[in-house]
């Protein structure tokens, strides 16, 4: 299948940025590799830095949409797999994610960035933890909490990755979200709602999660990747 003119676009922006680095690189450098005018780059893109980044907005959109599946018995493991969603889409990425963290690792204005989107995934997962537990100030502090260990615990393991430090990467991941819950997550589902016997408890966590993805908006782009997390 032919590539789009984004794909292509992204692909020659990434072979540049890791040859020249990023700031060598110019928009019509970036199009003329990919065979396409700057009118085509800037109608696809807002800016040079914009070829870069992951689509976070529909990344963020299908974590939202996960976690609107929730209720108070699988609210950990919802926060697990919308988190997971982020990370499984850095992994089908592959060399490009990598190049993207050397490249972001060393230009100020591309990291800040970075966390700029970061903290947008914070936001999401302090909300979804404030839906569990009373409104309170201890209450909302454990939320924050919880929502920054969630994306603390996705970076770790993703850098490592990224480093070339592990290839147990989904391993990893869940052991720190197991151990984000542990430290965190009290109050957030089972733990907010009356003890189940022990039989009960056994069924539950031998059942099945499903990822309910309420929207299409924005995903065409990566589905395939999205696609591998269901498998």
Same mark, same amino acid.
């Given at each position: 299948?032919?590539?789009?003119?984004?794909?292509?676009?992204?692909?020659?922006?990434?072979?540049?940025?890791?040859?020249?680095?990023?700031? %060598?690189?110019?928009? =019509?450098?970036? @199009?003329?590799?990919? +065979?396409?005018?700057?009118?085509?780059?800037?109608?696809?893109?807002?800016?040079?830095?914009?070829?870069?980044?992951?689509?976070?907005?529909?990344?963020?959109?299908?974590?939202?949409?996960?976690?609107?599946?929730?209720?108070?018995?699988?609210? $950990?493991?919802?926060?697990?797999?919308?988190? $997971?969603?982020?990370?499984?889409?850095?992994? /089908?990425? $592959?060399?490009?994610?990598? *190049?993207?963290?050397?490249? /972001?690792?060393?230009? &100020?204005?591309?990291?800040?960035?970075?966390?700029?989107?970061?903290?947008?995934?914070?936001?999401?997962?302090?909300?979804?933890? %404030?839906?569990?537990?009373?409104?309170?100030?201890?209450? !909302?502090?454990?939320?924050?909490?919880? +929502?920054?260990?969630? *994306? /603390? @615990?996705?970076?770790?393991?993703? !850098?490592?990755?990224?480093?070339?430090?592990?290839?147990?990467?989904?391993?990893?991941? @869940?052991? @720190?979200?197991?151990?984000?819950?542990?430290?965190?997550?009290?109050?957030? +589902? &089972?733990?907010?709602?009356?003890? &189940?016997?022990?039989?009960?408890?056994?069924?539950?966590? %031998?059942? &099945?999660?499903?990822? *309910?993805?309420? /929207?299409?908006?924005?995903? =065409?782009?990566?589905?395939? %990747?999205?696609? !591998?997390?269901?498998?």
């Amino acid at each position: 299948m032919a590539l789009t003119a984004r794909d292509r676009l992204i692909d020659a922006a990434f072979e540049l940025f890791d040859e020249r680095g990023y700031d %060598q690189t110019t928009v =019509d450098e970036i @199009a003329a590799r990919a +065979g396409a005018g700057r009118t085509t780059f800037f109608r696809l893109f807002r800016a040079k830095e914009d070829v870069i980044f992951p689509p976070h907005e529909a990344l963020l959109e299908a974590a939202a949409a996960r976690l609107a599946t929730a209720t108070a018995e699988t609210a $950990g493991v919802a926060l697990t797999e919308a988190t $997971g969603i982020v990370l499984e889409y850095y992994l /089908t990425e $592959g060399r490009r994610a990598r *190049v993207r963290y050397r490249l /972001t690792t060393a230009a &100020p204005a591309l990291r800040d960035r970075e966390f700029a989107s970061m903290r947008l995934y914070q936001r999401l997962f302090r909300e979804f933890a %404030q839906r569990w537990l009373p409104d309170t100030p201890a209450d !909302r502090l454990r939320a924050e909490l919880l +929502g920054n260990a969630a *994306v /603390t @615990a996705h970076n770790h393991v993703l !850098r490592r990755w990224l480093r070339g430090e592990t290839e147990a990467v989904r391993e990893e991941f @869940a052991d @720190a979200m197991a151990e984000v819950l542990r430290l965190h997550g009290a109050g957030v +589902g &089972p733990a907010a709602a009356p003890a &189940p016997d022990t039989s009960e408890a056994e069924e539950s966590a %031998q059942a &099945p999660a499903v990822v *309910v993805l309420r /929207t299409r908006k924005d995903l =065409d782009r990566f589905l395939p %990747q999205l696609e !591998r997390l269901l498998e």
